[in-house]
Every structure is written in structure tokens, then in C-alpha cells.
């Protein structure tokens, strides 16, 4: 049975590097932010090991950021996290939970200083331009709210810094991990970034101005035939793997940072004005029965978790999974899910209620062994 066709409309917007994904033989794309993400080129074995092994060029344009400029543009931002942004330098990246006034997770974005009373904020998939436009607008704030023409392209995989080097300088081996600097390409500078939503090291470069775009993807392969470069994607086994997060897959508005594991992001007695830090104390002074943890779960293949399975101990509930799939790496299926608390500790033996029957399990502490 084949799979259903997506009907794409101007709702469903392109990015400035489609054409060059398209070249490169797209198999797969999803919905993020009202744009096309990439999730597939060969299969999800191959773009996992070739991502382990070598290095490649991802089109997250979809990782649209949201500019907030003006007097007001740091009051505006901390309303939002629960993080402290006091130490949010030019140069450093913040991984910053977003939360409503119940401290539930709207988005974890990255965010960044990229000039005085100039920041950026790439969002995961949920509107925060309206969120934060509302919040502007409610509080009376002195600040620009817009979605700049920047869109993020991705260099990811154990050869990045050889690719990067070639194409920007060997100065990119010098930025820090969550740090940024700006470099030139042509006429222009670009925001690049030692970050990206995978473990195996590499960078994204913010590419501001669409007509640059395909300019800088043709610029990493001409350089890059040697290290295998090719097209790539996140890939879910490997983020599942590594414990990275997909907000709305395993997070939604109805958990929170502490429930996400998120805690050491939130700083109760630092980020005064975020709209969900009241909330926030009153869990973190009864504590929070469940948490993200990460699942080995036995038998063949696991199917796609689109829906959350269930999880028991001793045939009472105990949680569910939120993401799952088998690592052709590790051989045996890895998983996230939401487990309560009495059930949470490493080591602990469930049971999945996957859409399949039902599979043995356990609670593990990453890495995966």
C-alpha cells in the first residue's frame, strides 16, 4: 500500500534551498512550521550511518527565527523563558525552553544576541511570532516583532569541521560549542553556529538573504566530494539515540521543563518576568511526578510510534512512549518516553504496549550500551 500524497498549497511554503534538496533525489518530507523539512534521502539505516560516519548539508530553513528588536527586545525574550538570559552575550547560543503562564512547554528554541537589542529565536514547530507579537502588544512593549529573511542550513556529521573549514575558513575549528561568529562568504557575512540537532558535532549557518542560498549549498559540496558529503536530514534514530528532544512529539504544551528534563534550564530566582515562572516555583516546591527518560525496548523492529504506547509495570500504567525506532547501530530498539516517578530509576523493567502487541523493556541512562 502506498503511502498518501501531501497536497502542497502557498500555506505550505518551500525554502530557498528546495530546489537544490530536490536535485540531491528527496525521498520524504514533513511539515515544520508551515515549510517543508527533508526526512528522508535513502533509507533510515543509510542516512543514520552515513550521518555517523561522514558529513552532511541539511536544509532546516523550517527552523524559521523570529527577530525581536528594540528597547524593550530582552524584557520581551525572558517573558518567555524561564531561563535566565543575564548572561546572554554576542557570540553565545542559549538553549531556551519557552513556556505559558501554567509553565507548560511551548517551544525550545535557540536563541541568540546577534546585535545590541537584536535578538533571534530559532523555534522548534509551534508559532511563537504570534506568541510573541501577542505578548508585545498585551504588555505594551517598545520592540519589533518579525520573521527575517534567515534561513538555517545545517553542516552536520564527524568530518563538519574538515567541510566547514574548506568552505569558511579554518577559523570555524575555533568556535565553542553553542558559540557563534560571523563570517564572510562573498560580499556578505553569515551567523555560523557550532550547534545542530544531532550528536555528532558540525554547525549551522544562518543564511540571511534567500538569494544566497543556493550560492552557499554549492559552496559546501563543490569542497566537499573527498569527505563524502552529500544531502542529509535529522535523522530520527539518531536523535533518539542521543536523548535529543522533539518538541511535539515528546514534549507539549501540557509538560514542563522540570517534567522534560529540562530543569537545569530553569532559574526560579533569576528570570524574573517570564509568564510561567510562578508555576514553575509551585512544581519545583511539591516536585514532578513523571520525567522524560530514555527506553530500551526488546524484539524485532519496532513500527512508527505515531501515537503514544503505553507503558506498564506489573500491569499497572507507568508512563508512555513518546518516539521509538531500531538502531541498526546498537542493534535492539531505542525510545524516549514520559515515565512516572515510583518507575523512572535506570534499570527498571516495563512493559511497552506498542501498536504491534505488547514488548519487555527497560529504563536506561543514556549513552545506550
Same mark, same amino acid.
Given at each position: ?13 518551500? &525554502? ?8 540531491? +533525489? ?12 527533508? &526526512? ?62 501554567? +509553565? ?48 538555517? #542550513? ?28 560571523? @563570517? ?42 573527498? @569527505? ?15 536523548? @535529543? ?84 547501530? #546498537? ?16 534499570? &527498571? ?21
Amino acid at each position: 500500500m502506498s503511502a498518501p500524497l501531501l497536497s502542497c498549497s502557498r500555506r505550505l511554503r518551500r &525554502t530557498p534551498f528546495s530546489a537544490r534538496v530536490e536535485a540531491a +533525489g528527496i525521498r520524504a518530507y514533513t511539515v515544520y512550521n508551515h515549510m517543508l523539512l527533508p &526526512t528522508s534521502f535513502d533509507t533510515p539505516a543509510s542516512d543514520y550511518f552515513h550521518l555517523k560516519t561522514h558529513v552532511q548539508v541539511w536544509d532546516v530553513a523550517c527552523e524559521r527565527q523570529v527577530q525581536v528588536k528594540g528597547r524593550d527586545a530582552l524584557k520581551l525574550v525572558q517573558m518567555m523563558t524561564p531561563r535566565s538570559l543575564a548572561k546572554l552575550d554576542y557570540g553565545r547560543c542559549f538553549y531556551t525552553p519557552f513556556v505559558d503562564e501554567n +509553565g507548560g512547554m511551548i517551544n525550545d528554541p535557540v536563541t541568540l544576541k546577534v546585535d545590541e537589542g537584536c535578538y533571534w529565536i530559532s523555534i522548534a514547530d509551534s508559532d511563537v511570532l504570534l506568541l510573541a507579537k501577542g505578548l508585545a502588544c498585551g504588555a505594551g512593549l517598545n520592540v519589533e516583532v518579525c520573521e527575517p529573511d534567515v534561513s538555517p #542550513l545545517a553542516v552536520q556529521g564527524p568530518k563538519a569541521d574538515d567541510l566547514m573549514a574548506r568552505a569558511f575558513g579554518e577559523q570555524v575549528r575555533d568556535i565553542g560549542f553553542f558559540r557563534f561568529e560571523r @563570517l564572510a562568504f562573498e560580499d556578505t557575512t553569515f551567523v555560523v553556529a557550532r550547534s545542530g540537532y544531532s550528536k555528532q558535532g558540525g554547525f549551522e549557518i544562518y543564511v540571511e538573504g534567500s538569494e544566497y542560498a543556493e550560492a552557499v549549498w554549492d559552496a559546501l559540496f563543490a569542497v566537499g566530494a573527498d @569527505l563524502k558529503v552529500r544531502a542529509g536530514c535529522p535523522n530520527s534514530i539518531e536523535r533518539i539515540e542521543s536523548g @535529543l528532544l522533539s518538541h511535539g512529539n515528546d514534549m507539549t504544551i501540557e509538560d514542563t521543563p522540570f517534567e522534560c528534563g529540562l530543569g537545569k534550564y530553569v532559574h526560579l530566582d533569576k528570570a524574573e518576568g517570564c509568564i510561567g515562572l510562578e508555576a514553575l516555583r509551585r512544581q519545583a516546591a511539591r516536585g514532578h511526578a513523571r520525567e522524560i527518560c530514555s527506553l530500551r525496548i526488546d524484539g524485532d523492529a519496532v513500527p512508527g510510534c505515531t501515537e503514544p504506547w503505553p507503558v506498564e509495570v506489573a500491569g499497572e500504567p507507568a508512563g508512555y512512549v513518546t518516539s521509538a525506532a531500531w538502531s541498526p547501530g #546498537l542493534e535492539f530498539n531505542v525510545a524516549l518516553g514520559m515515565i512516572n516517578k515510583p518507575h523512572w530509576a535506570p534499570g &527498571t523493567a516495563v512493559e511497552v504496549i506498542a501498536i504491534d502487541g505488547k514488548r519487555p523493556g527497560t529504563v536506561v541512562a543514556l549513552p545506550f550500551e
